[in-house]
């Protein structure tokens, strides 16, 4: 049984790959901070008994600003992979505490890579990187695309995937990192402007919310379904080399077209309920975001099924699900279409789950 370590597990990305790894068999291990409260509701549906025998899930806690949390976690778990998705990643949060995210998002990946390298475990290791890197580079980026980040969570995730490469060439370490572009889901945070729009959508239809507020309507980006790029990291570390890749559908869509897509999906005009908001607006921001992502469709076989505007439907279908309503319905079709039984692929998952996995917090 091949053993996981996941930085953000309790996030989006993080609770999709745990579900994944469990599906192939794994014992997961995910890092979680210590607080008053539990954040924990992504994993919710994979949560047993801890005393259920034959348990292959373990959350640990720890701080990606402690580095010898770190080193004694990755110590004990001893694992064959780790997959480093956690980090401050909200872009406009990032102007507002640069310095936070400078030591958690660029300086956490260095702590773990020293971890590894001190423990001396041959794991094969995965840095989350970001198209947010790429910044004003002109589109479409691919591996090969000199980075331009325009916000402080751009530069930091340019000084882990540095960091990455560096750890792989003067250490002999297999560390990858995997440039991914925009990916969402129904558990994308509420504060992302995806979710924060088929959220408004759903709550407007419910009479609980009367306007949505915006920022730049003009921004493109390259939108795709998270659970599939989640399988990309995967295939990622299956190679025989560490290399880089970069995960992306290759269409571009502004945000203006995510709101119009999204409310005429349930008949509205979204224009009768969006404004634009200055608190929103970066300080500096990237305009054009599109993946060249055919050297993963080449030596991973990954490209992606759902596109945006199944990618849309989906969201809104589950945000209207969440407040009561009768979703539309198209979005978890089209689920149902492309996964077969794992429709809303989390609840199939652990279905299959709950009989032999379990959680513990050590």
């Known amino acids: 049984m091949k053993r996981a370590l996941i930085t953000g597990i309790t996030g989006q990305d993080g609770s999709y790959l745990a579900e994944l790894l469990l599906s192939k068999g794994y014992e997961v291990h995910g890092i979680i901070r210590r607080a008053s409260t539990f954040n924990t509701q992504r994993l919710d549906h994979i949560y047993v008994d801890p005393h259920t025998p034959n348990a292959r899930v373990f959350l640990h806690y720890g701080d990606l600003v402690a580095a010898g949390e770190l080193s004694h976690l990755i110590y004990s778990v001893q694992p064959d992979e780790v997959y480093h998705l956690g980090a401050q990643s909200h872009v406009m949060v990032s102007f507002d505490s640069p310095e936070y995210t400078g030591q958690t998002t660029g300086l956490g990946t260095t702590r773990i890579l020293d971890a590894i390298r001190r423990s001396g475990i041959k794991a094969h290791f995965y840095q989350a990187s970001s198209s947010e890197m790429f910044g004003a580079a002109p589109p479409p980026q691919n591996e090969e695309t000199r980075f331009h980040p325009r916000s402080p969570y751009g530069a930091a995730k340019v000084y882990g995937y540095w960091m990455a490469v560096n750890y792989r060439e ?190 513990a917090i050590r």
């Open 170 to 359: 003067a250490y002999g370490l297999y560390a990858c990192n995997g440039i991914l572009f925009n990916h969402e889901s129904p558990r994308r945070g509420e504060t992302f402007v995806t979710r924060k729009i088929t959220r408004a959508v759903a709550h407007i239809l419910a009479g609980r919310q009367e306007r949505l507020y915006l920022g730049n309507l003009k921004a493109s980006r390259d939108w795709g379904y998270a659970p599939e790029y989640v399988e990309g990291m995967w295939r990622i570390l299956q190679q025989d080399s560490a290399e880089d890749f970069v995960l992306g559908t290759g269409e571009c869509h502004t945000i203006e077209e995510f709101a119009a897509e999204a409310f005429g999906y349930v008949g509205l005009d979204w224009q009768d309920f969006a404004e634009t908001d200055q608190r929103y607006i970066r300080p500096a921001e990237v305009d054009i975001l599109t993946a060249d992502a055919s050297k993963a469709r080449t030596k991973l076989g990954w490209e992606t099924k759902i596109k945006f505007r199944e990618l849309v439907r989906i969201m809104v279908d589950a945000d209207m699900e969440s407040v009561g309503l009768k979703p539309t319905g198209e979005g978890f079709r089209i689920l149902e279409e492309q996964f077969g039984t794992w429709h809303r692929w989390s609840n199939s998952v652990s279905a299959n789950l709950q009989a032999e996995a379990g959680s």
